[in-house]
């Protein structure tokens, strides 16, 4: 076997020495940037967060500013049946026809046998 010199072995160290001095720098580098991110991370959850209470908010208050207009409307249309309740139950009632005149309609399209009423 052939044995290496003396001269080599200096250079194979600093080469040796050069890489893990490299590695090292390289692992630091990646230790820095896993931070960066992880804080880059926890500020944009924060951001979206922010974000989405806001939006909570904001639709929180337009259905509650929805459900009282609906009720001052359900309010007025009551008042309106009470102060007059025969033509309350005159529409009433011609909604009603209506409503089974159209299932009938409905009915008899879907129906795909004929029959007779007799």
């Given amino acids: 076997m052939a044995e290496t010199s003396k001269s080599d072995t200096p250079q194979i160290d600093d080469i040796q020495k050069t890489l893990e001095k ?3 720098d ?5 230790t ?21 209470s ?3 908010d904001s639709a929180a208050s337009r259905a ?11 309010q007025a249309v009551s008042e ?5 309740p025969g033509t309350t139950t005159a529409v009433v009632g011609v ?3 209506l409503g089974f005149l159209a299932g009938l309609a ?7 046998t004929q029959r007779r009423w007799y």
């Fill in 64 to 74: 509650s500013r929805t459900a009282q207009q609906l009720r001052s409307k359900a």
């Fill in 22 to 24: 490299q590695i090292a």
């Fill in 26 to 30: 390289l692992r630091k580098e990646i």
């Fill in 106 to 112: 409905v009915g008899q399209s879907m129906n795909d």
């Fill in 32 to 52: 820095r940037i896993n931070k960066s991110l992880s804080e880059r991370g926890a500020e944009l959850v924060d951001e979206a967060s922010a974000q989405a």
């Fill in 95 to 97: 909604i009603g026809l």
């Fill in 80 to 84: 309106v049946a009470r102060e007059n």
């Fill in 54 to 56: 806001d939006v909570y």
